[in-house]
């Protein structure tokens, strides 16, 4: 009975010590970074022997208490790396993987974007000596991808034949946590939970890019990559079904409107007076609908087909699903590289629907992969306004990764440049333009 208590009070001081290691982790990243403090502290801290180290889920960060004490009696640099390298994976919502997705694949991809940043970082808290192996991945990703968020990453690896010799070689050298608690099976409650934490970090997400000025730098500014990583994930792509709200207008059709018409006095009329109804149906309706505008699609080489195809079909799906088209609704897709590729004209459901099966069917053609320009498209769309060929212009969707050349004036009409949420989040637009950052694609095409 003795031996057993004794064993207990053991285990419990085990579980304690590694909740101090922890905890100093926290305060010594803190002092490197305050503004992380509200992410780092979001943690608990919960013993678990059946992990080999350390594993999280997005609230709780739980620990082996001896494999911890090894690693922090060896260096306590490395546990301070592990703890920030779980808080990354939730400030950029790794931890809420995209349904479908290749688990292996995507575990390394979220590891090589949170140690991108690590290995960046010029404190003393995270110094270690730079590993080879790393540093030449990294150097590949930067020339392949603008931004090395986990999605680029994904994409860029998934595309490769080697992929899983890749991945079998480099998740040892990139991994410091236990992932499988990403992937359990959750009943409702549990999924209600996920949900709520994935607004909660979406929240100081946001918050910590709006607070974390980026500081002049190179390439091996780890801050500098926290930040333009930040600004890519920090923005909802909930907004754009609202912000496509500013593309429809309100209109009197001469058309019956029977939301108007009160049957009660119709039929009363009938009865009283035969034919002779007290009131007749209103001849106009004030209806909402779609109004002219261009979508234009940035089909130069840094901009890939399949990208401008997601873009287009979700746009496309959520203004079919919000409002119909007037009988004169003209909507042009441009495509445009360093000049006019192609313009389609959509007039109707008919035309939107056949574009969007196409889009489906993956027959959409992409035309250009050449330099990026911008000016030509504005020169275009003046041109179709003087010509009036364009007479109602709400204005224009200009979808680019931002590298190009933009115009020096001002259009006559209201343009807004849309940029992927896995693109460079410090590009500046125009002032007269306005600059919508779209978040993970995954979530972007769940708005349809």
């Known amino acids: 009975?003795?031996?057993?208590?004794?064993?207990?009070?053991?285990?419990?001081?085990?579980?304690?010590?590694?909740?101090?290691?922890?905890?100093?982790?926290?305060?010594?990243?803190?002092?490197?970074?305050?503004?992380?403090?509200?992410?780092?502290?979001?943690?608990?801290?919960?013993?678990?022997?059946?992990?080999?180290?350390?594993?999280?889920?997005?609230?709780?960060?739980?620990?082996?208490?001896?494999?911890?004490?090894?690693?922090?009696?060896?260096?306590?640099?490395?546990?301070?790396?592990?703890?920030?390298?779980?808080?990354?994976?939730?400030?950029?919502?790794?931890?809420?993987?995209?349904?479908?997705?290749?688990?292996?694949?995507?575990?390394?991809?979220?590891?090589?974007?949170?140690?991108?940043?690590?290995?960046?970082?010029?404190?003393?808290?995270?110094?270690?000596?730079?590993?080879?192996?790393?540093?030449?991945?990294?150097?590949?990703?930067?020339?392949?991808?603008?931004?090395?968020?986990?999605?680029?990453?994904?994409?860029?690896?998934?595309?490769?034949?080697?992929?899983?010799?890749?991945?079998?070689?480099?998740?040892?050298?990139?991994?410091?946590?236990?992932?499988?608690?990403?992937?359990?099976?959750?009943?409702?409650?549990?999924?209600?939970?996920?949900?709520?934490?994935?607004?909660?970090?979406?929240?100081?997400?946001?918050?910590?890019?709006?607070?974390?000025?980026?500081?002049?730098?190179?390439?091996?500014?780890?801050?500098?990559?926290?930040?333009?990583?930040?600004?890519?994930?920090?923005?909802?792509?909930g907004s754009y079904r609202e912000f496509l709200h500013k593309f429809t207008e309100r209109r009197e059709e001469m058309k019956v409107d029977p939301d108007s018409f009160d049957y009660g006095y119709y039929e009363l009329g009938i009865e009283l007076y035969g034919n002779i109804p007290l009131m007749e149906e209103l001849e106009y309706r004030d209806t909402e609908k779609i109004g002219d505008f261009c979508i234009v699609l940035d089909t130069s080489g840094s901009c890939s087909g399949s990208m401008l195809s997601r873009f287009l079909s979700v746009t496309l799906s959520i203004l079919s699903d919000e409002a119909s088209f007037f009988e004169n609704t003209r909507i042009h897709v441009i495509q445009c590289d360093n000049q006019i590729q192609d313009d389609r004209v959509l007039k109707n459901r008919q035309d939107t629907g056949k574009l969007l099966r196409e889009l489906e069917d993956k027959t959409f053609q992409v035309k250009g992969y050449g330099g990026t320009d911008f000016r030509p498209v504005f020169r275009y769309v003046k041109d179709l306004i003087r010509e009036k060929k364009l007479t109602r212009l709400r204005g224009m969707l200009y979808f680019t990764d931002g590298y190009g050349i933009f115009p020096k004036e001002r259009p006559s009409w209201d343009t807004c440049f849309v940029i992927p949420g896995d693109y460079d989040s410090e590009i500046h637009v125009p002032g007269w333009a306005v600059r919508m950052q779209l978040g993970a694609w995954e979530d972007f095409e769940n708005e349809h």
Request: include cysteine; hydrophobic fraction near 35%.
């Open 1 to 237: 009975m003795a031996g057993r208590e004794k064993a207990t009070t053991s285990s419990e001081q085990w579980n304690l010590l590694g909740e101090q290691i922890l905890g100093q982790a926290r305060q010594e990243l803190f002092l490197s970074m305050r503004q992380l403090f509200p992410a780092l502290s979001r943690f608990s801290f919960k013993a678990e022997s059946r992990f080999r180290y350390l594993a999280d889920d997005a609230r709780t960060i739980y620990f082996n208490p001896i494999r911890l004490a090894q690693e922090y009696t060896d260096r306590p640099v490395k546990v301070n790396r592990a703890f920030l390298h779980i808080t990354l994976h939730a400030l950029f919502f790794n931890c809420f993987p995209p349904e479908g997705v290749n688990r292996c694949l995507w575990d390394l991809a979220s590891d090589i974007q949170t140690e991108y940043i690590i290995d960046g970082l010029d404190t003393e808290a995270t110094r270690l000596v730079q590993n080879e192996t790393k540093e030449n991945v990294y150097r590949e990703l930067t020339e392949a991808v603008h931004v090395l968020s986990a999605g680029n990453i994904y994409r860029y690896l998934s595309g490769r034949p080697d992929w899983e010799m890749q991945a079998a070689f480099l998740t040892p050298v990139f991994a410091e946590d236990d992932h499988s608690l990403w992937y359990t099976k959750k009943d409702k409650n549990q999924e209600q939970q996920q949900e709520e934490d994935k607004k909660d970090w979406k929240k100081r997400s946001k918050t910590l890019a709006a607070s974390l000025p980026a500081p002049a730098g190179g390439r091996g500014d780890g801050r500098r990559r926290l930040v333009k990583l930040l600004g890519s994930a920090a923005h909802p792509a």
